[in-house]
């Protein structure tokens, strides 16, 4: 609960940021911590507000208001116990997370809401530094296998909480390294990789076992993974990139911003040399999606040294402030300006790309673009129209395609009859997680579509209950909103 008064006293504090002119230089994530006094007085901004709505704005559940009091008080032992009860990664999240426990946050009504995602982010930094997160492998051990497919943070979350059953678990993985998207999407800037390194150490003394280089339903077929394990994850992510097919889009230069931002990150790690090399190194870059990617693709081609970096965006400009008809404490479509954002990128909206140009050679060296906007008729939904007279021609030697992802890939599911929905996300109900076929159970983006990361850990802690449950007939894993306060 914090101080009675702390909401009173004190005003929300973040980590600020090195100025933008150092932190382009490198890859390396650039907040500036904060001391523990002035994390204490965060701590205690909480206030007794009696039903906690942030709990529920979070898809983990976090018990928040005990671990913000935790760190009032300065127990930050017991405050990492309070926060690893309900997330195996408040690692990835206090990083990454859009906080929508914020936007749920009581104080958040009429005050700026408790800083709770940079409170669980020193949570556990405290508690890796002072050497709290150890190995915890389980006492006993199940004759039960259960196989995952996909090291994001869905196969990763599914895979502890399975290990700690006690089953024997081992994840595929078809990348050279575990982490999905965590190291192959999201640029070190915003998460360096040495963070799920440490993380994946701790998950290997537990005894998960990490096969990497494995692409299952190729390197491995369904079957052979069904006859090998009792139970099987699959946590594959949703992959299949959203495509602009306009005039054009086959020129050299015009490329998806997950193959641009993929092997920036094997570029940061170490590898040399590509078959293909993207770089925006001197080049009018156009990144085309607004969003997350969108933003990763900025502060990417930022410090590749681009030339310009313009982000269109087909949406109309949000507000900052919540708009109507989402009321706290829902999740409010507010506009999102992020630190890649305040880099240098000049952002456009409600703007759609109708051409890419070229060259005799087929190299990119311009778009057409024209104004839109979204006419909204009752009952119906928001149709998109073009401003007559609004074309417009840009240079550009890059553009990234951001548009997001159609679904997952349907390989292993259609060679073990696992039934999809049209926008080929695995269907499973959050009933048990389990497909149509029994034994086959679905997490994370390859079950909800493309999400959050906060989403796909819940969704792995979630379906390994149930797998717990289907193997065992009973489970003592935790469920989200169940289970009582670690004993600290
Ligand atoms: C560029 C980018 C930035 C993002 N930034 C954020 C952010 O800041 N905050 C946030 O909350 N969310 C963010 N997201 C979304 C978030 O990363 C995803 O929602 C989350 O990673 C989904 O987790 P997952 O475990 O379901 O799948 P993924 O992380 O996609 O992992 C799936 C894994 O399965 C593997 N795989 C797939 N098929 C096979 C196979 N047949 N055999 C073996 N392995 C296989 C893949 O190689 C991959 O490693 C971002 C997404 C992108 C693309
Ligand atoms: S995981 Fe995300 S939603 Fe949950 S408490 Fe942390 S920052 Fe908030």
Known sequence: MGKITGFLEFDRKVESYAPVEERVKSYHEFTVPMNEPELKDQGARCMDCGIPFCHSGCPLGN?????????????????????????????FTGRLCPAPCEEACVLGINEDPVTIENIEKNIVETAFSKGWIVAEPPENRTD???????????????????????????VFERDEKP??????????????????DRRLKVLEEEGIEFKCGVNVG?????????????????????TIRRKLPIEGADLKGVVQAMDFLPQNNRRVDGVKSFENEILATGK????????DTGS???????RHGATSVSNFEIMPMSTTERPEGQPWPFWPMRLKTS????????????????????????????????????????????????VPGTEKEWKCELALLALGFTGSEMTIADQLGIEADDRTNIKATEENYMTNVPGIFAAGDQRRGQSLIVWAISEGRQAAYHVDKYLMGESALPLKGEGDLPRV
């Open 339 to 386: 630190t890649s954002h305040k880099e240098g990128a000049e952002r456009f909206f409600s703007i759609s790309t109708k051409k890419f140009l070229g060259d005799k050679d087929g190299n990119l060296t311009g778009l057409i673009t024209s104004q839109v906007e979204w006419i909204k008729t009752p009952g119906q939904r928001p149709q998109l129209k073009e």
């Open 144 to 170: 039960k296998k259960v196989a995952v497919v996909g090291s994001g943070p869905a196969g990763l979350a599914a895979a502890q909480q399975l290990n700690r059953a006690g089953h024997t678990v081992t």
């Open 296 to 302: 990763d693709c900025i502060g990417t081609s930022i």
């Open 218 to 238: 190729k390197d491995i077929t369904g079957e052979e993974l069904q006859n090998d394990f009792d139970a099987v994850v699959l946590s594959g992510g949703a």
């Open 63 to 91: 018990l928040i208001p005990d671990f913000n009091d935790a760190v009032y008080r300065g127990k930050w032992e017991k405050a990492a116990k309070i926060l690893h009860s309900t997330n195996n990664f408040p690692e």
């Open 284 to 291: 009018d870059v156009v990144v085309i999606g607004g969003g």
């Open 179 to 196: 982490g999905g998207l965590l190291r192959y999407g999201i640029p070190d800037f915003k998460m360096e990789k040495n963070v799920i």
